[in-house]
């Protein structure tokens, strides 16, 4: 069975100090891995994905990740972050299930709070 | 980026009522929708596998006689909950696959939701 686990429920960071998310997870196989923000009241909006190739993978609105193998992690992280960044995080994880469909799992996610 | 819609984005019903939520992707065609229920605070719960031309998979748990899925087009995917009890308030959110041409490299992209509340 896959999983994913967002350890931190919330993350506070100020404004322009870099933020990191974090992610762990559980696969058989090579794993396929995403992160997705969630604002209030709105479905997921894809931020960035790791297939395979660099460990460091850049997405959106400036935000990128780092995939680490022997940890089985893949931390969100920015340089610095912004007010408008406060949302709901979610790391997922997708491989083939028995059925053969792409199931995704995702974690609990993470409520980022970013403080002017 | 691939553009996924839902209709309605709120909606209130009266107990033992029936709702239909549509998904559409607005411009790409996927074979293949996803049905997710969102409870507060909480993660996202897979419902069901929606395949265009055939019959949904369902997740273990999810009845599929109360949760209808059917998904006629490459472009639109309904899920009906019927007969709606106050315990199916939720905020259901569907996806669709990007079409990229590698399988393996496939995102799914999210519709806004919609939120239901049985009264």
């Known amino acids: 069975a896959q999983s994913v686990a967002q350890p931190e429920d919330q993350v506070n960071v100020a404004e322009g100090n870099p933020l990191t998310v974090k992610c762990t997870y559980s696969?058989?196989?090579?794993?396929?891995l995403f992160w997705y923000v969630q604002y209030p009241n709105r479905g997921l909006q894809f931020l960035l994905k790791?297939?395979?190739?660099?460990?460091l993978v850049k997405g959106s609105y400036g935000f990128e990740a780092e995939f680490n193998k022997s940890q089985t992690s893949f931390h969100l992280k920015k340089p610095s972050a912004l007010v408008s960044d406060s949302a709901l995080y979610f790391c997922?994880?997708?491989?083939?299930?028995?059925?053969?469909?792409?199931?995704?799992?995702f974690g609990t996610g993470t409520k980022l709070q970013v403080i002017p | 980026g691939a553009v996924v819609s839902q209709h309605p984005s709120w909606v209130i019903c009266k107990s033992g009522t029936s709702v239909k939520i549509e998904c559409r992707s607005l411009?790409?065609?996927?074979?293949?929708m996803f049905w997710y229920r969102q409870f507060p605070k909480q993660s996202l719960m897979l419902m069901a596998t929606?395949?265009?031309?055939?019959?949904?998979?369902?997740e273990q748990g999810v009845e599929k006689d109360k949760f209808l899925i059917n998904h006629a087009s490459l472009t639109l995917s309904t899920l009906t909950v019927t007969s709606a009890h106050p315990e199916d308030s939720s905020f259901y959110i569907c996806?669709?696959?990007?079409?990229?041409?590698?399988?393996?490299?496939?995102?799914?992209?999210f519709g806004p939701g919609t939120r239901l509340l049985v009264l």
């Open positions: 996806s669709a696959r990007d079409p990229s041409g590698r399988v393996v490299e496939e995102t799914q992209y």
């Open positions: 696969v058989s196989g090579n794993p396929y």
């Open positions: 790791y297939i395979t190739g660099d460990n």
């Open positions: 997922a994880v997708r491989a083939r299930n028995s059925g053969g469909y792409q199931k995704v799992t």
């Open positions: 411009d790409f065609q996927a074979t293949t």
């Open positions: 929606s395949n265009e031309g055939s019959k949904a998979t369902y």
